[in-house]
C-alpha cells in the first residue's frame, strides 16, 4: 500500500539530546514538508523540500535540521539548540504542479522532553 | 501578516445547523486551497479542495472561493456531533511556489 510512514509514534527526550524522526514516502512524491503542532494550535512549518538535496526553511526552523538524500526520505533532527520541543510533529508529501494536488500526512511523532 | 488566517474558534453550533469556517490569504498568487479536518490526537485528514472562484459542493460541504477578496470558506449542513473537531485551511502556491501553509484552525463543536 503506498502512503507516508512516520516514526516513532512516540519519542522522549532528555534535556541536550539531538533527537531524530524519520518520514518514509512510497507515493513518489517530490514535495516533502514538517510540520509542528503545539496543544490546541494549527501546525507550523519547520521544513521542506521539492527536490532531492534542497530544502528550504518554514516559519520555525530554528532549532531544526533537516536532509533529502533520497526521495522518500525526509528525516527531520530536534536539537539541543531548540528550547521547547515537545510537540506533535507531523510529516507531509505531496506532488508538484497540478493545482489540486493534495498533501498527504503520516500518523505523527509526538516528542516530549523528560 | 501570517499567509493563511482564521478564526481560532471554538465555534458551537446546535446538530442539524449549518456551520461555517472561514479563512483569509495574504498572497495573490495563491494556486489552491484546500480544507482539512484534524480529530484530537490524529493527522489531519483532506475533506475538500477548490481552485476556481465559487462553489464547490460535495455531500454536506461546500467550499467557496473569492480569490479577489482571497477568502476561503467551509460550510457544513446538517451538522452532526461526529463533525467537532479541528478545521485547517491550507493554501498552495503562496509566492509562486508550491509549498503548503496552513492555518491555525478552527475548532468546531457540534452540540447534541
Known amino acids: 500500500d503506498g502512503g507516508i510512514t512516520q516514526s516513532p509514534k512516540y519519542l522522549f527526550r532528555k534535556e541536550g539530546q539531538n533527537v531524530t524522526l524519520s518520514c518514509e514516502q512510497n507515493?513518489?512524491?517530490?514535495?516533502m514538508y514538517w510540520y509542528r503542532q503545539d496543544p490546541g494550535q494549527g501546525l507550523r512549518l519547520i521544513y521542506y523540500?521539492?527536490?532531492?538535496?534542497?530544502?528550504q526553511k518554514g516559519d520555525i526552523a530554528e532549532g531544526y535540521s533537516v536532509s533529502r538524500e533520497k526521495k522518500e526520505s525526509f528525516p527531520l533532527t530536534v536539537t539541543s539548540a531548540q528550547k521547547n520541543p515537545t510537540a506533535f510533529y507531523l510529516c507531509?508529501?505531496?506532488?508538484?504542479?497540478?493545482?489540486?494536488?493534495?498533501?498527504?500526512f503520516g500518523q505523527g511523532t509526538r516528542l516530549t522532553v523528560v | 501578516q501570517k499567509e493563511v488566517e482564521q478564526n481560532s474558534g471554538p465555534l458551537s453550533v446546535p446538530e442539524g445547523a449549518i456551520a461555517s469556517l472561514n479563512c483569509t490569504y495574504s498572497?495573490?498568487?495563491?494556486?489552491?486551497f484546500f480544507w482539512y479536518r484534524q480529530y484530537s490526537g490524529k493527522s489531519p485528514e483532506l475533506i475538500m479542495f477548490?481552485?476556481?472562484?465559487g462553489d464547490k459542493e460535495d455531500g454536506r460541504f461546500t467550499a467557496q472561493l473569492n480569490k479577489a477578496s482571497q477568502y476561503v470558506s467551509l460550510l457544513i449542513r446538517d451538522s452532526q456531533p461526529s463533525d467537532s473537531a479541528t478545521y485547517l485551511c491550507?493554501?498552495?502556491?503562496?509566492?509562486?511556489?508550491?509549498?503548503?501553509?496552513f492555518g491555525t484552525g478552527t475548532r468546531l463543536t457540534v452540540i447534541p
Open positions: 498572497d495573490r498568487g495563491s494556486q489552491s
Open positions: 491550507a493554501v498552495r502556491g503562496a509566492h509562486g511556489a508550491n509549498n503548503l501553509f
Open positions: 507515493l513518489n512524491h517530490d514535495a
Open positions: 507531509a508529501s505531496s506532488p508538484l504542479g497540478p493545482r489540486k494536488a493534495r498533501a498527504f
Open positions: 523540500s521539492q527536490i532531492v538535496n534542497d530544502f
Open positions: 477548490i481552485y476556481s472562484n
